[in-house]
């Protein structure tokens, strides 16, 4: 079994200031990971996945990035938030047969 | 693109009533994976279906797989409060993990 470790678990951040979440992945090596935002009530929209170090690729263009630097730890970040970055950023690790996800982080943008 | 569409939306029942969500694809599913997050939390892993037509049980939750692989659904017997969240099909393709977009569950006592 993995344990995924984000943080921080709530955040609010004023419009145009910078975003950095992470995630860090215990249990297992070379997982593939991901991140995903949840509006409220709403389904999850994959945002960014990594098979690898260095490997990141990208599902919808947006002012936010990923960053792999490390086998288990998988970074989300942005230089400057919008108010539609709001949302519950879900970090997820996937290895053989099932995915294992962190608590999220509920972001609010003002 | 790719596109795992899943009614209903929402389902209201009374406990002890059933409930079913299903998963419909415009492609040939590899696999099919369902997951459970209770209000507030995060997705949790309920299994996988990989075979055309297979049928996995857990207690009162049976899933299913279609015979195209086009689709999938969950039937839940006899509900209960505590299976009160959103249901999330997912399939894992060329390693990307897809998420359907999910039927909220609401059991009244």
């Known amino acids: 079994s993995q344990t995924i470790h984000q943080w921080p678990a709530t955040l609010v951040q004023p419009v145009g200031s910078p975003l950095s979440l992470e995630c860090t992945v215990e249990?297992?090596?070379?997982?593939?990971l991901y991140w995903y935002r949840q509006a409220a009530g709403r389904g999850l929209q994959l945002l960014f996945y990594?098979?690898?170090?260095?490997?990141i690729s990208s599902e919808v263009p947006q002012n936010l990035s990923a960053s792999r630097p490390q086998d288990r730890q998988f970074i989300l970040s942005s230089k400057k938030l919008l108010l539609s970055d709001s949302g519950f950023y879900l970090c997820?690790?996937?290895?053989?047969?099932?995915?294992?996800f962190g608590q999220g982080t509920r972001l609010t943008v003002v | 693109g790719q596109q795992v569409m899943q009614i209903p939306q929402y389902q209201h029942v009374q406990e002890g009533e059933d409930f079913t969500t299903y998963c419909n694809s415009s492609?040939?599913?590899?696999?099919i994976q369902w997951y459970k997050q209770r209000p507030g939390g995060h997705p949790v892993f309920l299994i996988q279906?990989?075979?055309?037509?297979e049928v996995k049980k857990q207690k009162r939750l049976t899933f299913q797989f279609g015979e195209a692989k086009k689709n999938s659904s969950l039937h839940i017997t006899a509900t209960q409060t505590t299976d009160v969240g959103t249901y999330f099909c997912?399939?894992?393709?060329?390693?990307?993990?897809?998420f359907g977009t999910g039927t909220r569950l609401q059991v009244f006592p």
């Open positions: 997820a690790s996937y290895f053989r047969t099932e995915a294992f």
């Open positions: 249990g297992t090596s070379n997982p593939n």
């Open positions: 990594s098979v690898g170090i260095g490997q």
């Open positions: 492609t040939t599913l590899s696999n």
């Open positions: 279906l990989v075979k055309s037509g």
């Open positions: 997912a399939e894992v393709n060329t390693d990307k993990l897809i």
